[in-house]
């Protein structure tokens, strides 16, 4: 069989890539639509950050640090080059606002800010994480969230308002969450079945969506009134969701509704993104083309607001800022953007100005202006922008997929094929020299089982057990395989099935 393979050490680059990265964690059918995946590029409120692959997955952070947002401790107050964060390697998703959390390849769960020292533990089996300007939430592998830091407007959804700051508190009646969406009042919980749940208060503004009718809740109820949902992001201007069918709806102070309102400009939306405490929301299309609206007035969109008549100004609608785009990072002062050149964009302004998200460029304020390209070959200890496309539509300079040679002792990991007999790529397997044992299981998005063997070089061919075919779309395996002279070893990842 002539099968389409990565490479082995594209495969280690590109796998974590494409699922575990800032902006939206996908490839288990949420945080984004079509072709998007996320880059290893994320922003905060003040400051950068970057997984580096070709670095033992390092986290790399940069910016202002008055927070210890870069757990480089208070005495630092910021860089203007990419710093490793102590004790941050391994990692494969992180989320920052003015606190910062992070998931390591082992599901262990970390965050930093709350001791002005650098990164703890307080969790373990993690699968998401959302970090907000007052608390994290992670959700596990068993779909419950936990929450540390404030919780002195309900946020946690535990029954109370007391706050921890140390350990996480477990909400209630939450045991199929797959995202979480966190800002100052609220948490956003988005369930398996693509149904939104939200808790908190609306103390300043429709944050829960709930409608004006309840004004705190101290336990999750349903938002009702919505398409199904692949995607959440909140700031302090209140809540956007991104729904299968590509559309966006909004709630909060952007647009004074209490409940759910579609963005009428947007359609075929993507990937959408957003940070609190910021107040920029931006998405991106199928077409690549960019957006950004809310809170224009310190520069992050990208473009020249109107004069200010009022204060607080008003929030601002959609605005087309760019083509080509494919990833977008919303921050609280600044936002980032890259092109399907791989090329990396800045816009606004560095807060507190202690140290710069502008790397190569002059830290000056440009709040007036479009993005400006940030040249990463200038800057020293920049980290490498990965970005994998395996699916049609995606960046125009994809990385080539090639065939690998199997050398002895070893086991590929492909994870795209087409069974559509055109004798191609039909059927999916691990190829493998030196393998005595193997067993392999897929599952769908749901985590419901489809197939499993214990056959050496046995094939899936995109069926499930009672011979339906499955539909196209991204699946998952658990494979456990051992060489004669070595113990078993694990490996988790993703298929992509193409028909």
Do not use: H
């Amino acid at each position: 069989m002539n099968f389409i393979k990565l490479n082995i050490l594209t495969v280690f680059l590109f796998l974590s890539a494409y699922i575990f990265t800032q902006n939206s964690m996908v490839g288990d059918g949420f945080g984004g639509r079509l072709w998007y995946q996320p880059t290893n590029y994320g922003v905060g409120s003040y400051s950068a950050y970057s997984i580096c692959y070709d670095d033992n997955s390092q986290l790399y952070a940069w910016g202002d640090n008055a927070m210890n947002q870069l757990g480089l401790g208070l005495s630092i107050v910021g860089t203007t080059l990419p710093t490793a964060i102590p004790t941050m390697n391994n990692v494969k998703y992180f989320s920052a606002g003015y606190l910062v959390g992070a998931i390591k390849n082992d599901s262990s769960g970390w965050v930093w800010e709350f001791t002005g020292t650098g990164p703890i533990q307080v969790i373990t089996n993690a699968n998401f994480v959302d970090a907000s300007s007052a608390g994290i939430s992670f959700v596990k592998n068993d779909g419950t969230v936990w929450s540390i830091g404030d919780n002195s407007e309900g946020q946690y959804g535990d029954g109370n308002m007391i706050s921890n700051y140390s350990t996480v508190t477990q909400m209630s009646n939450i045991t199929n969450a797959v995202r979480v969406a966190c800002n100052s009042e609220a948490t956003i919980i988005l369930l398996s079945d693509s149904t939104l749940m939200a808790v908190g208060s609306n103390s300043t503004g429709g944050y829960l969506g709930l409608g004006n009718s309840i004004n705190q809740t101290l336990v999750p109820l349903p938002i009702n009134g919505l398409p199904p949902i692949v995607d959440i992001k909140s700031n302090k201007l209140g809540t956007i969701a991104l729904a299968a069918n590509g559309n966006v709806y909004e709630w909060g102070t952007n647009n004074s509704s209490y409940a759910p309102v579609q963005v009428a400009s947007l359609n075929n939306i993507v990937a959408i993104s957003a940070c609190d405490d910021g107040g920029v929301f931006m998405a991106i299309n199928s077409a690549k083309n960019c957006y950004s609206w809310g809170d224009c007035f310190t520069g992050p969109c990208g473009f020249i607001p109107p004069p200010i008549i009022t204060f607080p100004p008003p929030p601002i609608s959609p605005q087309l800022i760019a083509n080509n785009v494919i990833d977008i990072m919303a921050g609280e002062n600044f936002s980032y953007f890259v092109k399907s050149d791989f090329s990396l964009w800045a816009a606004g302004r560095n807060g507190l100005n202690s140290g710069s998200i502008w790397l190569n460029l002059p830290d000056t304020i440009v709040s007036d202006t479009a993005f400006l390209q940030i040249d990463l070959n200038l800057v020293p200890s920049a980290c490498p922008l990965v970005y994998d496309s395996v699916t049609n539509g995606g960046p125009t300079n994809p990385p080539i997929l090639i065939d690998s040679v199997v050398v002895p002792g070893s086991i590929n990991f492909p994870n795209v094929y087409s069974p559509n007999n055109d004798k191609q790529n039909d059927e999916f397997y691990f190829p493998n020299n030196g393998v005595t044992d193997i067993n392999w299981k897929v599952y769908n998005r749901w985590g419901i089982l489809i197939f499993e063997t214990n056959q050496l070089n046995q094939s899936w061919d995109g069926r499930t057990t009672v011979g339906v075919e499955c539909y196209e779309g991204t699946y998952y395996y658990v494979l456990n395989y051992k060489f004669a002279t070595k113990d078993w070893e694990r490996k988790k990842g993703f298929i992509i099935l193409l028909r």
